[in-house]
């Protein structure tokens, strides 16, 4: 029930903000700029008790005044005035979903903070109003134009940079890294469909946002940041689901003493064990990631790749010599198998490359040659294909690789994955690659670590008898 | 005596190109484009037997009528025609040193291939010219204004744009990666002192480059991409040495039997055991990067810090609470310390966060309020860089945080790091931090990681009662 609403709340109708003024810095503010910068076609109602108008709006005095139930309310006042604001809400039906922004609860480990938040939960109980917080910064949703994401200085109009049509959910129990991550996705080629901040999670948690998002149609990738859950059976229960859906790709912080002792003055949460994290990730298909980079990589990936990686052998095509033994390496240390490739490929191979080329085998040097005939991407792609022994090919190689394989990939039926190194143009090129599905990235290491997470995922669904059809 | 010598090839007063035509995509054209782009100081001689000029300079119409032994020749041929070349310079003493460019020869495994490395090894064999090569890209010099890393199209202009007062020698048996791993670095704020692309190695190896650089007072640190070594005792021997002087970081690859393969053919050369590398490595305090991303973090690393790191413990302040959580995690996974605070430093601490500010503990989570007042930054650092449980202070922060510490960073005495997150600006704010002795990172493992392995070196020269200060 709370998962169907929980949709409404990402295309809602109508916003309500609560503790706006007409100050620049004032948090309400900035969540008005940002809903007029993004487009927001529903209706806005503003509540301040001494304003009459902000930028041209109407501004009502009390909750009273507004004459609906509104789908999202945001309050933006300080922690302490966050309960009576909230029991109007509920006693006159003003708002189904409440986006709470202020710190200082839980997470302070105060008496102060914790009876503030205690009084949250004491006054929702019961009623059909959720709350998203308290110290979070909300929601974002590309398709319903909404974005509350606003608690740095000038976050709006970051925002509105950073969108654009994406497949990826993302949830968030930071709320800085909630921009942080849709910011690195977007340098990277990927966008975000649907963003939360979940921050305490005293309502609404990440396994709410995350049955929401199994749900999606719009959504094809499950991202998160997780510091920890409260309501852990829930949790497996949905993640077991979720994932035989769409992955599930996660960052659990706070597996490690300093990290749960950090964990608890950020969020609150209980951040548990690590031995049982990893248990449940390996048992129910989620993707685990180890870091920001891994998070960032994998999503990159999962909302890319459309294919199937078969049996995940690996057709190394390269320019550059050193990052073809680097990426021949990095497939034996993350366990994918580089074949050799068949005596007929290697005829034709012959045919297409100048003599010089290393030994024909798997990696196929290309040589620094390339960099004067970068055709011969083309051509030796286009052979290691057909290759029975081949499931997907990492092509290796300069920037300006998309020019040569652009055609190509589009007609090409076995996955391509590219590895460009650091240029400067590095990111100009990888988002036109993402766009005709070639994951891309700056080191061979990234790469292989991403794909085999991919084939990883693949086979659990293949275990589980889905088959990555349900998926693909 | 090799060592003296090869430092005078990195500030060479004269060079020689061999097999120039007047094409613009050909090899020895571009050289002599990047020399005068680069605006090599020096006496330039051209070699071809059908031309009187090129960009209005005189060609030489053969070896004989060049008029003096030139310290650089660059042979810019095929390989069939390097043998005769190279007889000539010998027998006539044309030249010192000799950057052969074309591949062809043992990396091919043919007994064609074979034969001409080995045609090159029996020609020099006594003489007192020596050869960088064959299948390489030659040297580059910033103080000496030299540069033949001209192997793909227009890489002489990328290499002008990536030049600049640096400290790094790089030593790379890939050609391809030479100009990668520079393009890296400058990307994250870091220049290259000299490098040279090695190849096959038939002549002058790594170990020779090492102990050269090891010498070299414009060099502080040295990072090597290495395939293999063919002169095993010598390169101990020498690793050895040096590393009791500077930082020696090096990505050994070919250490699986996939990338064992590969890498004999790309250079031919012998990869070796993982064991050994490793247990030698270990032995002798080198740096070992995993992959590219450790080798561009340790060198960014190594190169712009330039303090003692005492015991390692960590003091983390930061305004993002999720990427806080992941620093303190990574530190302990890591194995690097994060005390708690002294109640002197909590208290001065108290009076200059705001009260919603996540428990005073070790991370000091600012919140999302520096995003209104950035000189939270300022002042809690001070108070923590004061505490005598922290040796080093890393920052957690959005961009803008530059303009914020710049001047305090200046005069603490604890070396400082940055962690920024994935923004679009993270490479114009690294650049400047970096300048300011800030190595930066966009995320926290890479961060922790790095300082890591910075803490193990420092702990080794005290081991060898070198103490740091032979380097810092």
Same mark, same amino acid.
């Given at each position: 029930m709370k998962m169907l609403s929980l949709q409404g709340m990402f295309k809602p109708r109508s916003v309500m903000v609560v503790g706006i003024s007409n100050k620049p810095e004032n948090l309400g503010y900035t969540v008005l700029l940002s809903l007029r910068e993004f487009g927001f076609p529903g209706k806005v109602y503003l509540v301040n008790p001494r304003l009459t108008e902000i930028l041209g709006l109407k501004v009502h005095n009390? %909750? &009273?005044?507004?004459?609906e139930t509104v789908d999202l309310a945001v309050i933006c006042t300080s922690a302490e005035k966050v309960p009576s604001i909230l029991q109007k809400i509920v006693d006159e039906r003003k708002a189904r979903w409440v986006v709470v922004y202020a710190? @200082?609860? @839980? &997470? %302070?480990?105060?008496e102060e903070g914790l009876t503030l938040e205690e009084e949250i939960r004491r006054i929702i109980y019961g009623s059909e109003v959720h709350v998203v917080g308290p110290n979070c910064i909300g929601v974002y949703s590309f398709p319903g134009k909404i974005?509350? %994401?606003? @608690?740095?200085?000038d976050t709006y109009k970051l925002i509105s940079e950073l969108s654009g049509e994406g497949n990826v959910g993302f949830i968030s129990q930071s709320g800085w890294f909630t921009i942080q991550f849709m910011s690195a996705c977007v340098l990277r080629g990927v966008y975000l469909n649907k963003a939360v901040s979940t921050g305490n999670e005293t309502d609404l948690t990440t396994t709410d946002f995350m049955e929401c998002f199994a749900e999606?149609? &719009?959504?094809?990738v499950i991202s998160s940041y997780l510091e920890g859950v409260k309501d852990g059976r829930k949790f497996i229960e949905t993640l077991k689901k979720t994932t035989l859906k769409k992955p599930v790709i996660i960052w659990k912080v706070g597996k490690t003493n300093v990290g749960k002792e950090a964990v608890k003055s950020h969020t609150g949460s209980l951040a548990g064990s690590a031995e049982i994290y990893d248990a449940v990730f390996r048992q129910f298909g989620v993707v685990s990631a180890e870091g920001n980079e891994d998070l960032i990589d994998y999503t990159v990936t999962f909302a890319t790749c459309k294919s199937f990686l078969g049996k995940g052998r690996v057709g190394i095509v390269s320019g550059p010599g050193g990052f073809a033994v680097a990426t021949a390496e990095a497939c034996e240390k993350f366990g994918l198998k580089v074949p050799k490739l068949s005596s007929q490929t290697v005829e034709k191979l012959r045919k297409v490359l100048p003599k010089f080329a290393g030994g024909l085998l798997n990696p196929v040097d290309l040589t620094m040659r390339v960099g004067m005939e970068p055709e011969l991407y083309r051509n030796a792609l286009e052979v290691v294909a057909e290759d029975e022994n081949v499931d997907l090919l990492i092509v290796v190689g300069n920037p300006p690789i998309y020019q040569t394989i652009k055609d190509l990939v589009k007609n090409l039926e076995k996955p391509v994955f590219a590895v460009l190194g650091y240029f400067k143009d590095f990111f100009e090129e990888t988002k036109k690659l993402v766009k005709i599905g070639v994951p891309t990235y700056p080191s061979p290491e990234k790469a292989v670590k991403s794909i085999k997470a991919l084939l990883n995922y693949q086979t659990y669904l293949e275990k589980k008898n889905v088959g990555s059809g349900a998926w693909i």
């Amino acid at each position: 029930m709370k998962m169907l609403s929980l949709q409404g709340m990402f295309k809602p109708r109508s916003v309500m903000v609560v503790g706006i003024s007409n100050k620049p810095e004032n948090l309400g503010y900035t969540v008005l700029l940002s809903l007029r910068e993004f487009g927001f076609p529903g209706k806005v109602y503003l509540v301040n008790p001494r304003l009459t108008e902000i930028l041209g709006l109407k501004v009502h005095n009390s %909750l &009273e005044e507004i004459p609906e139930t509104v789908d999202l309310a945001v309050i933006c006042t300080s922690a302490e005035k966050v309960p009576s604001i909230l029991q109007k809400i509920v006693d006159e039906r003003k708002a189904r979903w409440v986006v709470v922004y202020a710190a @200082g609860f @839980g &997470e %302070l480990r105060t008496e102060e903070g914790l009876t503030l938040e205690e009084e949250i939960r004491r006054i929702i109980y019961g009623s059909e109003v959720h709350v998203v917080g308290p110290n979070c910064i909300g929601v974002y949703s590309f398709p319903g134009k909404i974005n509350t %994401l606003t @608690g740095a200085r000038d976050t709006y109009k970051l925002i509105s940079e950073l969108s654009g049509e994406g497949n990826v959910g993302f949830i968030s129990q930071s709320g800085w890294f909630t921009i942080q991550f849709m910011s690195a996705c977007v340098l990277r080629g990927v966008y975000l469909n649907k963003a939360v901040s979940t921050g305490n999670e005293t309502d609404l948690t990440t396994t709410d946002f995350m049955e929401c998002f199994a749900e999606d149609p &719009e959504i094809r990738v499950i991202s998160s940041y997780l510091e920890g859950v409260k309501d852990g059976r829930k949790f497996i229960e949905t993640l077991k689901k979720t994932t035989l859906k769409k992955p599930v790709i996660i960052w659990k912080v706070g597996k490690t003493n300093v990290g749960k002792e950090a964990v608890k003055s950020h969020t609150g949460s209980l951040a548990g064990s690590a031995e049982i994290y990893d248990a449940v990730f390996r048992q129910f298909g989620v993707v685990s990631a180890e870091g920001n980079e891994d998070l960032i990589d994998y999503t990159v990936t999962f909302a890319t790749c459309k294919s199937f990686l078969g049996k995940g052998r690996v057709g190394i095509v390269s320019g550059p010599g050193g990052f073809a033994v680097a990426t021949a390496e990095a497939c034996e240390k993350f366990g994918l198998k580089v074949p050799k490739l068949s005596s007929q490929t290697v005829e034709k191979l012959r045919k297409v490359l100048p003599k010089f080329a290393g030994g024909l085998l798997n990696p196929v040097d290309l040589t620094m040659r390339v960099g004067m005939e970068p055709e011969l991407y083309r051509n030796a792609l286009e052979v290691v294909a057909e290759d029975e022994n081949v499931d997907l090919l990492i092509v290796v190689g300069n920037p300006p690789i998309y020019q040569t394989i652009k055609d190509l990939v589009k007609n090409l039926e076995k996955p391509v994955f590219a590895v460009l190194g650091y240029f400067k143009d590095f990111f100009e090129e990888t988002k036109k690659l993402v766009k005709i599905g070639v994951p891309t990235y700056p080191s061979p290491e990234k790469a292989v670590k991403s794909i085999k997470a991919l084939l990883n995922y693949q086979t659990y669904l293949e275990k589980k008898n889905v088959g990555s059809g349900a998926w693909i």
